[in-house]
T-cell receptor, first 114, second 109 residues
């Protein structure tokens, strides 16, 4: 069964460093998303991406965040200068567009900022 | 005011019990509604979509009341494997999912 994959599974970084989280969405999907979940809190929407541009973003997705689809398979989230409060699980998701309802989530990248 | 509110639980029930979860949402423009399941430290997985007419999938029944902005999930004949956190999810735009904090369920032998 097709699935969304994410790398790395765990990333540890120093405050102020840049990190890039990588996702490979399901191959025929058209819509891509990033969510985050701080430990013990709810899953929060960050950004959606369609047709090579951001279609929607939340208040969390400020200037330190960016997304890119550099090739036909990868979808990345970059955090330019990490803060302690960026520590969270980051989930990538994709949606086919044909099946309106189901976003498929990847297993997540746990980001720890020290 | 939280956009999607759920009773956090935990709900501790014996195997075979019936358990119901409730959820309210604040944005009347919400278009689509879902229940997701999340196991500890794992990704959310879609359990079922929720329709105004109500829908059933095996032991799971979901209901939506748009007038009251209320969503429910009923699990019949609980199994040990049902132990998880159940997330009420709403979307206005149809794409950005708005999650509740979740209700924790523990099914015991």
């Amino acid at each position: 069964e097709p699935e969304v994959t994410q790398t790395p599974s765990h990333q540890v970084t120093q405050m102020g460093q840049e990190v890039i989280l990588r996702c490979v969405p399901i191959s025929n999907h058209l819509y891509f998303y990033w969510y985050r979940q701080i430990l013990g809190q709810k899953v929060e929407f960050l950004v959606s991406f369609y047709n090579n541009e951001i279609s929607e973003k939340s208040e969390i997705f400020d200037d330190q965040f960016s997304v890119e689809r550099p090739d036909g398979s990868n979808f990345t989230l970059k955090i330019r200068s990490t803060k302690l409060e960026d520590s969270a699980m980051y989930f990538c998701a994709s949606l086919s567009g044909a099946n309106y309802n189901e976003q498929f989530f990847g297993p997540g990248t746990r980001l720890t900022v020290l | 005011r939280k956009e999607v509110e759920q009773d956090p639980g935990p709900f501790n029930v014996p195997e075979g019990a019936t358990v119901a979860f409730n959820c309210t949402y604040s944005n009347s423009a919400s278009q689509s509604f879902f229940w997701y399941r999340q196991d500890c430290r794992k990704e959310p997985k879609l359990l079922m979509s929720v329709y105004s007419s109500g829908n059933e999938d095996g032991r799971f029944t979901a209901q939506l009341n748009r007038a009251s902005q209320y969503i429910s999930l009923l699990i019949r004949d609980s199994k040990l494997s049902d132990s998880a956190t159940y997330l009420c999810v709403v979307t206005v735009t149809g794409y950005a999912l708005n999650f509740g904090k979740g209700t924790s369920l523990l099914v015991t032998p």
